[in-house]
């Protein structure tokens, strides 16, 4: 059930910039409530449609708390199409088929595809849409299973890795006993009342009408009345419960497994940053469940306005594929080269939905960040989904980063982003989300957001990683728009001209833990692009200086 605000209490107040002799600065929206809980609310469902496009929506008009990317376009662009703009997509494989987003990728026209050669003599063969870091690997360990596998590092570094590893492994090896089990039960289940019925579907109601005779037909009908507790369907139930299965048993068999080598398929050394000649030219998704690079695609910049599944933000870029992110953690070596490759290509922005807790060459990673400052790029990146304090960096280490044990900002071009949930109040900041006042900059849409998928298909997804390409999204925007602001200052625009609220909300899920989005993010806001292109248009005339 959604709550959300009705549109009778919207007492929109304004935050007036700084002005310059020049002209006033823009009128931003602030937040229409400071305190949810002292108002009536409204208690109603979303549609399907607000369901579906909810990140784009306006909090004022539509009492749901997206980034006011529809009004922006009605108001603000309407048909100024303005500079073409290349965003990275540094993720998994990314589906260059997809019918909603074959006709916004980066094409490489000085390589001639498939010819086996590096035309344009930029050191990769055949990248016509991007590049593929990982070869023909997908499965991957944890780096902290790396490390315990390569004795990496010091003996300090491997009793951490080992205190995350063991105990993860057998919790994953019990999660996986347990859900086959259940699987088991409503299989067992399902085929039972289907004989009872005599027909291959039923529903809730249909359940309801039979009588139990004996012992096993009420152990049957009791497992299925659970499964329809938090699932509208059996069929439903059984997708969700594999889909565990799937989740422990990569766990198992390949995140946390020790002995387990993914990185043998590519042939180099990934900890020899001098070791470049590999991966090849397609950065393609390699099998339909590597699906979390084309989500992240669809949601900066899935076609606009088609008559297909989904709007991405951005209306007036192009996509570049980078496959650096396996079915496990990254390797510190492809995400330093990967940026790299971005930056020397072209890309303005560069959307970085992962991250870990162990970079056992975590300096490869900073000087690639630091380059893409000196070539005014942006870098996104999804703060993570363990519902945890950031700041506590000890206990809750989360790379790449932009500063070390909360220390000075190395470079001036990177956002970390926390996810909010569609829910204006108490709760809309996703249960998932990391957070930190230092180590989070703002937080953006990310809970159950619908996008594209491999098969030119649409599903739900949410996590930071959902979060992190809005934003990458409204950058894309801001320097199509405004292709004379520097990387620092869209960084800077973004973070300030979102929407504050003093609204205390639950923060990791608990409901004894709250605070305010001001203590939670650098900026304590939600990002919003109709404020940013105010913004952006006062400090591109010079009205307004950051």
Partial sequence: MNIRITKSVLSLSAIALIMASCGSAPTLVSTPVDNIDALPLKVSELTEQQKQNWGHADLATDTIPGMSVDKAYKELIGNKKGTKVIVAVMDSGM????????????????????????????????????????????????????????????????????????????????????????????NTADAAVKKEL???????????????????????????????SFSSSIPEAIESITGGITYFTDQVNYNLNKDFDGRKPVGDNPYDLTDTKYGNGNPMNSVDSESHGTHVAGIIAAERNNGKGANGVANNVELMSVRAV?????????????????????????????????????????????????KDVLFIHAAGNDGADLDDYENNPNYPNDQIKNGPEFADNVITVGALANKYGSTMVADFSNYGKINVDVFAPGAAIYSTVPGSKYEFMGGTSMASPAVAGVAAVIRSQYPKLTAAQVKKIIMQSGIPTKTKVVVGGDPANSNTLDNLSTSGKMVNLYNALLLAESVSKGQVKL
């Fill in 198 to 228: 005599g027909k291959d579907s039923y529903t809730k109601e249909d359940i309801a009408g039979i009588t139990a005779k004996d012992e096993a037909m009420q152990r049957n009908l009791a497992v299925l009345n659970q499964m329809y």
């Fill in 326 to 374: 396996p079915n496990g953690d990254e390797y510190d070596k492809d995400i330093a080269l990967g940026i790299r490759y971005a930056v020397d290509n072209g890309a303005k922005v560069i959307n970085a939905s992962f991250g870990k807790a162990f970079s056992p060459k975590a300096e490869w990673v900073y000087e690639a960040l630091k380059y893409a400052a000196e």
């Fill in 95 to 186: 589906d260059l088929t997809h019918e909603d987003l074959k006709n916004v990728l980066w094409t490489n026209a000085k390589e001639i595809p498939g010819n086996n050669k590096d035309d344009d003599n930029n050191g990769f063969i055949d990248d016509v849409h991007g590049y593929n870091f990982l070869g023909d690997s997908y499965n991957e360990q944890l780096e902290a299973a790396r490390i315990l596998r390569l004795n990496l590092g010091d003996a300090a570094l491997q009793a951490k890795a080992k205190a995350k590893i063991e105990p993860d492994y057998e919790e994953a090896l019990a999660g996986k006993q347990r859900y086959e089990q259940i699987l088991q039960a409503v």
